[in-house]
């Protein structure tokens, strides 16, 4: 089965190479980064492996059946056209299966062991002893239980921490590795009152934008600290300010943002009891590779007419 496949990302040669063997023999493959220069290319396409996808893009493409994102989030590709046609979409998750659960794992420990403190310390060149925590007997709450939340939970549990989780659907996952019990969303409130560390991955969705409120931080413990690694826009900014600021929770690790960059001029960056990161904890040397890898895996199941992997429910936006 020959293939009309085109590439919308940059990637190194031999990740190129890989995608070419995967198509088969006879498949075309084209390359190019940039609208105009995809808009050239992709009218014969029947598959697109998208780093960006655009409606006009779509409307170029008469005999396009299957968008793959190189990237685990989809928002910014489900744009109605695409949602309400045929084409199928499948993303890239569980590539960050281990670079986002060591993030996850690096903050609590940082945190507990006062790291931030430390380092602050030492740029001052000032002798401080802190008294250190433990991250084992916390409680770890991840809202958002899918490849990220289980690879977390498995990690943390071997350190000696509590896991919990809040996921749309709460009947699943409640026997699936080491967390204790998994909520609903009409449970959320009573979820982060549990939880000395609240990893939040959830995607963007219309349901999970501005989950994260006023309401949402009140009601976790004020010794409690967040490590936001989903995207930007499902906590409110000026809520989880306010909250930093008079203590309603003890700190934060954040790694994404409603603007990226994050302003200059934006308060987090001078919060002592914040780490801000630049969305990095995602970012893995092996990243692109794994990427790549489901994506060859797909191609192999579409040419044998087989079940895609990755299927995203484009009304769900996941």
């Known amino acids: ?52 996808f655009t409606p006009a893009m779509l409307a170029a493409a008469p005999r396009l059946r299957w968008v ?3 990237g685990a ?28 659960p060591e993030y996850i794992m690096l903050a609590m420990l940082a945190w507990t062991h006062h790291l931030p403190a430390l380092v602050r310390a030492q740029q001052r060149r000032e002798w401080i002893t802190p008294l ?36 749309r659907d709460a009947s699943r996952g409640a026997d699936d590795g080491p967390v204790e019990r ?22 963007l969705t219309p349901q999970t934008r501005g989950l994260i409120g006023e309401r949402e931080l009140r009601a976790m413990r004020p010794g409690a600290v967040l490590i936001h690694v989903g995207r930007g826009p499902t906590v409110q900014q000026e809520a989880l300010l306010e909250a930093l600021c008079t203590g309603g929770i003890a700190g934060a690790f954040l790694d994404v943002f409603d603007e990226e960059p994050l302003p200059a001029e934006s308060p987090l960056w001078g919060l002592e009891n914040v780490v801000v990161t630049s969305h990095t904890s995602g970012n893995s040397a092996r990243y692109l590779e794994r990427s790549v890898a489901i994506f060859c895996e797909n191609l192999e199941r579409y040419r044998a007419g087989q ?3 990755n299927v995203v429910d484009k009304r769900l936006g996941y």
């Open 132 to 167: 250190p925590d433990e991250a084992a007997g916390k409680t770890l709450g991840l809202l958002g239980y899918g490849e990220i939340g289980r690879a977390t939970a498995r990690r943390a549990a071997a350190v000696g921490v509590r896991c919990l989780a809040c996921r």
């Open 182 to 203: 998994v909520y609903g969303p009409d449970e959320l409130l009573a979820f982060l009152g549990q939880c000395d560390f609240v990893a939040n991955s959830l995607p």
């Open 307 to 309: 079940p895609l992997r």
């Open 73 to 100: 989030g989809v928002e910014r590709l489900l744009f109605p056209e695409l949602v309400d046609g045929d084409v199928v979409v499948t993303n890239a998750r569980g590539a960050h299966h281990v670079a986002m």
């Open 68 to 70: 793959h994102s190189i």
């Open 1 to 52: 089965m020959a293939l009309d496949l085109v590439i919308a990302a940059g990637l190194p040669v031999p990740l190129l190479e890989r995608i070419r063997e995967a198509a088969g023999s006879g498949s075309r493959l084209e390359v190019a980064t940039g609208e105009g220069a995809l808009l050239r290319l992709i009218t014969p396409a029947e598959v697109v492996l998208a780093g960006t």
